[in-house]
């Protein structure tokens, strides 16, 4: 049933790419801390940087448990599954980090997606990947994309950036466990 790989290969990256969505999980080290699950989607926001490489784009959104959890110990699960085609689920464990837009690696990290917004861009999550694994998925439900949601993009594209700055120093200071997450 399951299988672990050695790396990303050919197969396995095409499958990732053509996947409409995917799942972040992080959680904070602390055990009463809040275990944070996120989904993730919109055309052009994923990318196989390597082998062992994957990265999305993150836009400011009303939580950032991610970031604050990366902060804190790095630990992060991609998970994407086959909801149309075979059944498969891929799992993808590593270590994580958010590389924000002012770090001098933002710019050649931005240049792997093809999602054209740049306003509203919070970081780009960059995992390290430690394990791959794959399992069948036969529970996971056939469903049909009718495409992205274009709310956040709508949404965001009447703002303007220092909206942002704004946003993410009152907003996205901290974790709701208050773990710090951008840096004011």
């Known amino acids: ?40 989607g919109m055309g052009g926001t994923f990318a196989v940087l390597d082998q062992h490489r994957v990265a999305y784009l993150d836009y400011t959104g009303s939580g950032t ?8 110990n790095g630990r992060v699960v ?22 924000l837009p002012a770090d001098p690696e933002f710019a050649e990290l931005r240049a792997h997606f093809t999602k054209e917004r740049t306003l509203g861009q919070r970081s780009v999550i960059v995992v390290d990947v430690q394990r791959i694994s794959d399992s069948c998925g036969w529970s996971v439900p056939l469903m049909d994309l009718r495409g992205d949601r274009d709310i956040l993009d709508r949404a965001q594209e009447r703002r303007d950036q220092r909206y942002f ?16 997450v951008v840096p004011g």
């Open 1 to 40: 049933m399951g299988k672990i790989h050695d790396s990303i290969g050919p197969r396995l990256e095409q499958f990732l790419l053509d996947q409409p969505v995917f799942f972040v999980g992080t959680a904070p080290l602390d055990a009463d801390g809040h275990v944070n699950v996120s989904p993730k």
């Open 65 to 72: 448990e991610t970031i604050a959890h990366l902060r804190e």
């Open 78 to 99: 991609l998970m994407f599954c086959a909801f149309e085609g075979p059944p498969n689920i891929v799992r993808l464990h590593g270590r994580g980090r958010a590389v």
């Open 165 to 180: 700055d704004d946003y993410w120093r009152e907003r996205n200071a901290a974790s709701i466990d208050g773990l710090p």
